[in-house]
C-alpha cells in the first residue's frame, strides 16, 4: 500500500454552503501527488439557485496552488491559507482578485468519528470518502469584484474523498452523493456501482436527536431519466434510497427541480493543451458529473418512533465514469 502511496495519490477536501435564500457555494481544494510532484488546485463555485438570491449570477474559478508547506491540519500556498481540524476549518485565500475569509465549525459540537466508505482491490489500491462535518455554522466573506457576499452563520457541510488508484483504474462506473440539514435530523450518502453494475459501495450517515447512525447497505432505484446535451449523459430525474438496519430505517423519494452546475471533474485541455489534456482525461476516464437542487420526501423509523418530512430541499449529485 505505501508503495502505491509514493507514485500516486489524490486528495480532495469538499465544502458547501446552502444559504437561507437557497443559493449554492461550493468550493474544494485537490492535492494530488505523482512521484515526487505535488499539483494542488482550487475551485469555487457560485451559484444562484434564482435571481432574487443573494447571489446575482454564477462564478466559478478555478487556480492553481503553490504549495509552500503542509502539516496534518494545514497548506501554506502563493495564494493563502487553509486550515483544517476535528474543531472546523479556516481558510485565507486571494484567487484571481476575488478574496475569500471564511471560517466553520461543526453543529452541534462534534465528538462522533464515523467509519469511511471503502472501495478496494486486492493490490492495496482504494478509495476512502467520509464527511469531515456533517453540518457546520460557516461564517466570514467572499470579496468579489464589485460585490462582497458575507456568510452570517450560515449552514454547510463539509467531506473528504482520498484515493491511490491510477485514474484510468477506479472501478467505478456511476455515483450518488446527497446531503440534508434539519433541525431535527441530518443525512448526507454516497453510493457506488461498478463498472458492470454488480457491486456497489455505500454509506450513509443521520444524525437524529444529536445520535448519529451509521448505515452501510441500501439500495436506489433511479427512474425519469433525462439527458444533458451539456454532458453528453444520461440521468436520472428522480430516484428513491431506502435503507434498514438494526437500528434505523431511512426512505428518501428525491426529484430534481433544476440543475445546480455540470462539469467534468478534470478539465485538463484548457490548462494543459488540448492534445495533452484530451489524454488525460482519456487515461483519468473523464468522470461527468452533474449537481441539483433538489427536493424530497424522508421517512425515518427509529426506535419506536417515525418521522415525516415532506418537500425537503436539498443538494444532490449524479455523476458517470466513462468505460
Same mark, same amino acid.
Not at 493563502?80 to 452541534?108: A, F, Q, S
Not at 478539465?267 to 427536493?295: A, H, I, T
Not at 424522508?298 to 444532490?316: A, H, T
Given at each position: ?44 463555485n457560485l ?42 476549518? =479556516? ?8 478574496? #475569500? $475569509? /471564511?471560517?466553520?465549525?461543526? *453543529?452541534?459540537?462534534? +465528538? ?61 462506473k456511476t ?20 463498472? =458492470? ?8 450517515? #443521520? $444524525? /437524529?436527536?444529536?445520535?448519529? *447512525?451509521?448505515?452501510? +447497505? ?94 425537503e430541499f ?8 466513462? +468505460?
Amino acid at each position: 500500500m505505501l508503495q502505491w502511496m509514493k507514485i500516486f495519490k489524490f486528495e480532495k477536501w469538499y465544502f458547501d454552503i446552502l444559504t437561507p435564500q437557497n443559493d449554492y457555494i461550493f468550493f474544494y481544494y485537490t492535492i494530488t501527488k505523482l512521484l515526487k510532484y505535488n499539483i494542488s488546485f482550487f475551485n469555487l463555485n457560485l451559484i444562484p439557485f434564482k435571481p432574487s438570491g443573494l447571489i446575482d449570477r454564477t462564478y466559478n474559478i478555478n487556480t492553481k496552488l503553490k504549495i509552500k508547506k503542509t502539516n496534518n491540519n494545514s497548506v501554506s500556498t502563493d495564494k493563502g491559507e487553509i486550515v483544517i481540524d476535528k474543531l472546523g476549518c =479556516k481558510i485565507n485565500l486571494t484567487l484571481n482578485g476575488i478574496k #475569500i $475569509r /471564511l471560517t466553520t465549525h461543526p *453543529y452541534p459540537i462534534q +465528538d462522533v468519528v464515523w467509519s469511511y466508505l471503502t472501495i478496494n482491490s486486492k493490490n492495496h489500491q482504494f478509495i476512502k470518502w467520509s464527511p469531515l462535518f456533517l453540518k457546520s455554522r460557516f461564517s466570514g466573506e467572499f470579496v468579489l469584484e464589485n460585490n462582497t457576499i458575507s456568510i452570517d452563520n450560515y449552514f454547510g457541510y463539509a467531506d473528504y474523498l482520498f484515493s491511490n488508484y491510477f485514474p484510468w483504474k477506479v472501478p467505478v462506473k456511476t455515483m450518488f452523493w446527497g446531503r440534508i440539514h434539519h433541525n431535527i435530523y441530518d443525512l448526507t450518502f454516497a453510493y457506488s456501482e461498478n463498472q =458492470k453494475l454488480v457491486q456497489k459501495w455505500c454509506k450513509m450517515i #443521520i $444524525r /437524529l436527536d444529536n445520535y448519529i *447512525y451509521q448505515m452501510d +447497505d441500501f439500495i436506489i432505484v433511479s427512474k425519469d431519466y433525462d439527458y444533458s446535451n451539456e454532458l453528453g449523459i444520461m440521468y436520472p430525474g428522480s430516484y428513491k434510497l431506502y435503507g434498514k438496519n438494526n437500528l434505523i430505517t431511512v426512505e428518501l423519494s428525491s426529484r430534481h427541480i433544476k440543475i445546480a452546475d455540470e462539469s467534468t471533474f478534470i478539465d485538463l485541455p484548457v490548462r494543459l493543451g488540448n492534445l495533452q489534456g484530451k489524454f488525460l482525461k482519456y487515461l483519468s476516464k473523464e468522470p461527468k458529473g452533474l449537481k441539483f437542487f433538489s427536493k424530497a420526501v424522508v421517512k425515518i423509523n427509529c426506535r419506536g418512533s417515525s418521522y415525516v418530512f415532506e418537500d425537503e430541499f436539498f443538494i444532490d449529485e449524479y455523476v458517470v465514469f466513462s +468505460d
